[in-house]
């Protein structure tokens, strides 16, 4: 596809892998922490497009499909020299396309809402980022012969349907992904898992979500779970603002540093109410 934008042509195709580098550059100049790994993991579980200025890529868009009524998009991002020209509108435009009549969630920017909200999104809840240098946390005492574990391979499918039940999407690629990819600790209560949470590489350091889990006591178990192997790194977990961890996370050394809008279009996924998911993958992914 060809545009005319601002007497300069742009073009715009889909993103494939010899597009990482270029993509990788672009999330740096927008002073984005994303890894090259990083890059390749979104692309790897989801699809996109990028626009092209003579042979440069100018700006990215991304989504992921969970399941035939649910997606995530994300991954935004116009060059400093090339934004207010509708490149970002025109990117978001083909990933709705490529969406169809699905529910799609987001996590937006103060400066991005009225975009996305005159492209039919709503707002639906605040999503705050923490960061910093993790603190020795002591454990969470828990009733009910509840305890932290790490995660078995006969795990997996009982996770997936935490993951599926907190967030009302079909979360099974992406769960599966994330756990061959980083470690997985479980809340078992009565032989049978009723939490988890994955911690990966990303960015500075490492990333804690998702992280699903009954209440807010477990979820604190399970963070206090990486403490041990990772107090004094640098650590980032962004949560849901109605979670209430943030407290918390302030005494163990993650401040707030920044607030998104979490965003939804065609509708808000019908989530079980037994189960919450605290913390999200990340602000693509959701």
Not at 12 to 37: F, K
Not at 94 to 102: A, I, Q, S, T
């Amino acid at each position: 596809m060809l545009t005319q934008t601002n007497s300069t042509a742009v073009a715009y195709r889909r993103m494939n892998e010899d597009d990482i580098s270029a993509a990788h550059a672009l999330s740096q100049a927008v002073r984005w922490p994303h890894r090259t790994e990083d890059w390749q993991f979104v692309l790897r579980v989801g699809t996109g497009y990028v626009a092209e200025q003579e042979g440069t890529v100018i700006g990215t868009g991304l989504c992921w499909k969970q399941g035939d009524g649910h997606a995530s998009l994300g991954m935004i991002i116009v060059s400093p020299d090339h934004q207010g020209k509708g490149i970002g509108r025109e990117l978001m435009r083909l990933v709705l396309e490529e969406l169809g009549d699905r529910c799609v969630l987001l996590n937006a920017t103060a400066a991005g809402q009225p975009l996305y909200e005159r492209m039919g999104f709503a707002a639906i809840g605040t999503l705050y980022q923490h960061q910093g240098i993790l603190a020795a946390i002591p454990s969470v005492a828990l009733d009910g012969g509840a305890r932290v574990r790490p995660a078995a391979p006969e795990d997996l499918p009982a996770i997936i349907a935490l993951a599926d039940r907190a967030t009302g999407m079909a979360r099974d690629t992406l769960v599966r992904e994330l756990a061959a990819m980083g470690e997985v600790a479980v809340l078992e209560r009565n032989g049978a898992p009723v939490g988890f949470a994955i911690l990966r590489q990303f960015g500075r350091g490492r990333v804690i979500g998702p992280l699903v889990a009954p209440d807010t006591d477990s979820a604190k178990a399970l963070i206090a779970q990486w403490s041990g192997a990772y107090a004094g790194t640098f650590v980032r977990i962004d949560i849901d603002g109605a979670g209430g961890l943030g407290p918390w996370l302030e005494q163990a050394g993650l401040a707030r540093v920044d607030t998104a809008v979490i965003m939804a279009r065609n509708g808000v996924p019908r989530r079980d109410g037994s189960v919450t998911q605290f913390a999200i993958i990340n602000q693509a992914l959701c």
